[in-house]
């Protein structure tokens, strides 16, 4: 019954991705490219004070990436640069380590499962490590290999 509601949830977003159009006020933006997938992105961040006001993305991408970078924009608005790289770690380490803690990742719980598909991991986190290089400002084009 978890996998289901897992699934459902990774459905809904890669369906209906939330956060998804080009962000005119963006401070910041960054690419990100998984040559593994195909899957493509541009990450948009607005961040004022150190705080990202908004955060949204576009490209193409496959279920988990889509999902992932509709999940991540969701989760990031308020947060400090700090606090959204501490997430990417928290996020990385349930991707990759069995005992990782869920605590403080809310909906991103849904992709635990993915770190039994090696090969989907870079998926997964395309869009974080695309958001390492939008938040500290290097804009560069980010790739998972």
Known sequence: MVDDLYQETILDHSKRPRNFH??????RTADGYNPLCGD??????KVENDIVQDASFE???CAISTASASLM?????GK??????HLLEKFHD????DAASTQDLGKLVVFCGVRDYPGRVK???LAWHTLKSALNGTGDLTTTE
């Open 22 to 27: 080009i962000m005119q006020d963006a401070n």
């Open 59 to 61: 490209g193409c991408g």
């Open 40 to 45: 493509k992105l541009k990450l948009y961040l």
């Open 94 to 97: 349930l991707l990759t380590q």
């Open 73 to 77: 924009t969701e989760s990031l608005k």
């Open 123 to 125: 998926c997964a986190t």
């Open 80 to 85: 400090t640069k700090d606090e959204a790289l």
